[in-house]
């Protein structure tokens, strides 16, 4: 059989129906370690992607009618049909964006466990009634009752290193708030999106209440985020494309979870073995290609000797290698992202920077780096590399680190390493950033904990009861009663 005739080429779902495009045109996925092709997805003409938010904008009419049980019901089936698909679905994750096979099924796993609390948690999205007694000039009469309805129309943009688990985390939110949704994954990652959309058709999808969309965003990227139908965008990926859509958006609310440099300031009195385990699985995890991972370690300088063999020894157990091996760190996403990494790490070297581990590549796999005495005029300093290393910025006060941490444009979590949770809880109030973990690692999950970046991080709330109520918007009416 020829070469090209054996790849799978994956439909898009659109209004109930698994179709081709008429481009006749497809788009092949490239393995991370070049082992092969997973496979192929349409590239979309503007024409369907019309249809498919034309179709999501009838479908949302009755399901916005639907009571939160009925909603319900069909969470929960998908969830139940994702776990049925769990081994293939993480086959297809591992092969298409490199993640390590136990990882991918975890992500499954912590997807189907996402679905049913958005479920639940959907149940409880009641309103409220607000008196109006507090003023003193005539409202005494009046009462408010505020409801939360759906938006319409949500276009959901998923990024490539969770192509399951931040698809799901737009769209179950998204329906169980009674919204239709336009998924569009991004292009590395889609297949996986596409499975995981077949799960949610097996569970009895509505008719175009999700209709899928695949393409280049450098095609029908712009077409989509600016077609008059969509009534919010949730989008996970670059700080840089999250801008730009929030530009194009214009008055289109738009929820953005961008990049992150999130530091681990680590104080003298520190347990230092707890930080260095922290650090390195924050770091290292899928390769740095989260943008939650730790990605800057600010350490006061008396302690930084004996943080850094902490740190060293404990990458000594990251296992490096294939998906396949369930290793650590595999190969990054792409050549671009890994000579990208590269680049920050040659810069960081010649202008001083001392390699502690690591520092070595093939393909478009790099071994775990640590670099030490990383200075502020490195572009590794600053820069996010959504890849497997981690610079040490030595600090002489606390101050210090928290104006370093500051000095960032991202905001997303920081972690903080202290015995002293007095002085951990003022540190965290001086940071900005969205969270700050004291004692532990830099990360999004439990999934229902609110989940938020500032500055080039993000805008808008997340998290399971934040999305649900961040993709509803609030309907006031007022009883007027007479005051006889
Ligand atoms: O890459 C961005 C993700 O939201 C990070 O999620 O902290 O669960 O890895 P995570």
Redesign the pocket.
Known sequence: MNKVESIKAYPFLLNGEWKSSTSERTIEMQSPSGAGIPGKVQAMTESEVNTALTGAKDAQKEWGRKSFDERARLLYSWADQLLLMKDEIAETIMKEVGKGLASAEKEVIRTADFIKYTAEEGKRLHGELINGGSFNSGSANKFALVNRNPVGVVLAIS?F??PV??AAAKIAPALIAGNAVVFKPATQGAISGTRMIEALDKAGLPSGLVNLVTGKGSEIGDYLITHPLVDLINF?GGSDTGKSISEKASMVPVIL?LGGKDPAIVLEDADLDKAASDIVSGGF??SG?????IKRVLVIDNKADKLVENIKEKMESLKVGAPEDNADVTPLINRKATDFVTGLIEDAIEKGARVVSGNHREGNLIYPTLLDCVTKNMAIAWEEPFGPVIPVIRVESVDEAIDIANESQYGLQASIFTKNMEQAIRIGNELEVGSVQINGK????PDHFP?LGVKSSGVGVQGIRKSIESMTREKVTVLNMSQG
């Open positions: 990024p290193n969770y688990n931040l996970t979870e995890s899928y290609q989260r943008c939650t991972a830099t990360e999004r999950g989940f």
